[in-house]
T-cell receptor
Framework: AQSVTQLDSQVPVFEEAPVELRCNYS??????LFWYVQYPNQGLQLLLK??????LVKGINGFEAEFNKSQTSFHLRKPSVHISDTAEYFC???????????FGSGTRLLVRP | DTAVSQTPKYLVTQMGNDKSIKCEQN?????MYWYKQDSKKFLKIMFS???????INETVPNRFSPKSPDKAHLNLHINSLELGDSAVYFC????????????FGPGTRLTVT
């Protein structure tokens, strides 16, 4: 069965600094990987996804993630964050046998001025 | 023009009551989902319908019963509410059952007292 681990529950960072949110997954089969963002009191929104092809995936709002099969990781990065990026970020893996999305526990990104 | 909408946004009720949450999507998607997000932000799939057919039915109490009158609607009825049912419930939809890109509603915050 697939599982997702987000190692950091909260990541504080100053505005305009770079940030990396870590995600590791476990799976015995090929997976599809996703990052979703949840702004306060809102539903989740897809940031980016990896299905196949280039391991560097670009998403909305200047975010990107790199799929690393050997390290079973899919870390999310942004070179320069804004106050408006403050939100909860969820990594997720798709279970191709059951069509379920398995979510990590989330990382709260807190951007300070 | 909201893509996935849920009503109500907030629901406060007493233990033992029966309540329903409604969800509608205007994206023309075939598949809809119910998720539960607990107080620690952990997000877990509960049910999924594809073209009105139940395809995912996680281990949830029988008190929870989803109903899909048509492809655009998925409702969640909860009988004999318990304190532990307090959570945010999210509806989502995707183009097909593979669910690689899911669109989430704003959530319904259920508080059971």
């Amino acid at each position: 069965a697939q599982s997702v681990t987000q190692l950091d529950s909260q990541v504080p960072v100053f505005e305009e600094a770079p940030v990396e949110l870590r995600c590791n997954y476990s799976s015995s089969v090929s997976v599809y990987l996703f990052w979703y963002v949840q702004y306060p009191n809102q539903g989740l929104q897809l940031l980016l996804k990896y299905l196949s092809g280039s391991t560097l995936v670009k998403g909305i709002n200047g975010f990107e993630a790199e799929f690393n099969k050997s390290q079973t990781s899919f870390h999310l990065r942004k070179p320069s964050v804004h106050i408006s990026d403050t939100a909860e970020y969820f990594c997720a893996v798709s279970d191709p046998s059951s069509y379920k999305l398995i979510f990590g526990s989330g990382t709260r990104l807190l951007v300070r001025p | 023009d909201t893509a996935v909408s849920q009503t109500p946004k907030y629901l406060v009720t007493q233990m033992g009551n029966d309540k329903s949450i409604k969800c509608e999507q205007n994206l023309g998607h075939d598949t809809m989902y119910w998720y539960k997000q607990d107080s620690k932000k952990f997000l877990k799939i509960m049910f999924s319908y594809n073209n009105k057919e139940l395809i995912i039915n996680e281990t949830v109490p029988n008190r929870f019963s989803p109903k899909s009158p048509d492809k655009a609607h998925l409702n969640l009825h909860i009988n004999s509410l318990e304190l532990g049912d307090s959570a945010v419930y999210f509806c989502a939809s995707s183009q097909d059952a593979q669910g690689y890109e899911q669109y989430f509603g704003p959530g319904t915050r259920l508080t059971v007292t």
